[in-house]
């Protein structure tokens, strides 16, 4: 596979620290930089260090469940494309795929719900206009995309029948 059309919001490189006992990198990890993709998208948004400061409000993430699809070895470098797939007034629906930058392999995907937050009462908050309004600019963005397979998959083992 090939990177995707999604907007790059990080790259970076599989730090020593971050490879564990199979030799490539651990879980924990691909969750920190899914992570600090989702900081990096939402920034773009306007929901960054000033907002959250001055707001008072900030975003909580519900649920993120993570693709592993091929590994990654010590200092292999990477990128991560993010979109958001759909949005309300309190919360922001986004995926994004990390791929290997050299071989452009896609190595996981993260699916990641967040709600926006009043930081004072730890109560679910409406998104102001001007944030609103840029959210939907970059799900507008992203719309045309393709639909990634691994967004909104269940985890589980298939039933079996008894012969």
Not at 9 to 22: H, I, K, S, T
Not at 69 to 89: K, T, V, Y
Not at 101 to 124: C, F, I, P, Q, Y
Request: glycine share 4%.
């Amino acid at each position: 596979m090939t990177a995707s059309p999604a907007t790059c919001v990080l790259e970076g490189r599989v730090l020593p620290a971050w490879v564990d006992y199979n030799d490539h990198l651990n879980v924990a990890f691909y969750v920190l930089a899914f992570d600090q993709a989702t900081d990096a998208l939402l920034a773009r948004c306007g929901v960054d260090d000033a907002y959250r400061s001055e707001r008072q409000h900030s975003l909580f993430v519900l649920e993120m469940p993570v693709n592993y699809l091929a590994e990654l070895a010590r200092d292999a470098p990477f990128a991560i494309h993010s979109r958001i797939l759909a949005a309300d007034a309190k919360r922001v629906h986004i995926f994004h795929e990390m791929f290997h930058t050299d071989s452009g392999v896609l190595a996981a995907t993260n699916e990641v719900m967040t709600m926006h937050v009043d930081m004072r009462s730890k109560r679910s908050a409406a998104f102001p206009d001007e944030v609103a309004a840029r959210i939907e600019q970059q799900r507008l963005h992203d719309a045309d995309l393709p639909r990634p397979p691994q967004a909104g998959n269940r985890i589980g083992l298939p039933s079996k029948t008894r012969s």
